[in-house]
């Protein structure tokens, strides 16, 4: 199974600060990488798919780039809404696998 | 509009048995794969298996934690997806998502989900 590890696991940040968060696979996985955003009780959201295409009605603050085993998500100028848990996902081959995700709250 | 509602969890004890529910509408069901996903209490994001489409003859994938136990079904003229579990153990309690799987292999469009806990 290809195992995806995310840092931090957890950050604390200010509004209007830019972050970002790095996904880690154990074995290349192409450019076959998406971004979740969750907030306490909803359903994740898809943000960003195949590691940069940045899904329709996301704010274009969002960013994602990477190739191969280290990709990041990049969030320009943070917002209130934007503290939530993030994870990143791999489509490559089954099992389908999820990072363990971030954390970002307000500092 | 895009929904997607589950139904069905509740509480079943150690070695039990449930059929969890998905409705789908405002897309049209038939023409995509469909995953379960679930998240236990606290903790992170699981896949747990997908069922492909016609064309496909429904192929399913698991997850290893629930490969023989679980079997997921689609009935197309329902817009609707199933998750019949099986020897269910106090680790499968979770909140069970159903979301699809867009064209480019992401999952777009999720459910609330529903919580199935597993207890005596």
């Known amino acids: 199974d290809i195992q995806l590890t995310q840092s931090p696991s957890f950050l604390s940040a200010s509004v209007g600060d830019r972050v970002t968060i790095t996904c880690r696979a154990s074995?290349?996985?192409?450019?076959?990488l998406a971004w979740y955003q969750q907030k306490p009780g909803e359903a994740p959201k898809l943000l960003i798919y195949?590691?940069?295409i940045l899904q329709s009605g996301v704010p274009s603050r969002f960013s994602g780039s990477g190739s191969g085993t280290e990709f990041t998500l990049t969030i320009s100028s943070l917002q209130p809404e934007d503290f939530a848990t993030y994870y990143c996902r791999q489509r490559i081959s089954y099992p389908i696998t999820f990072g363990q995700g971030t954390r970002l709250e307000i500092k | 509009e895009v929904q997607v509602v589950e139904s069905g969890g509740h509480l079943v004890q150690p070695g039990g048995s449930l059929r969890i529910s998905c409705a789908a509408s405002?897309?049209?069901?038939?023409?995509?794969?469909m995953d379960w996903v679930r998240q236990a209490p606290g903790k992170g994001l699981e896949w747990v298996g997908r069922i492909g489409k016609r064309s496909s003859s429904f192929a399913t994938q698991y997850a290893a934690s629930v490969k023989g136990r679980f079997t997921i079904l689609r009935d197309d003229s329902k817009n609707s997806l199933y998750l019949q579990m099986n020897s269910l153990n106090t680790e499968d309690t979770a909140v069970y998502f159903c979301t699809r799987v867009s064209n480019y292999w992401d999952n777009d469009y999720w459910g609330q989900g529903t919580p199935v806990t597993v207890s005596s």
């Open positions: 195949t590691a940069s």
């Open positions: 405002g897309i049209t069901f038939s023409d995509h794969y």
């Open positions: 074995q290349g996985i192409n450019n076959y």
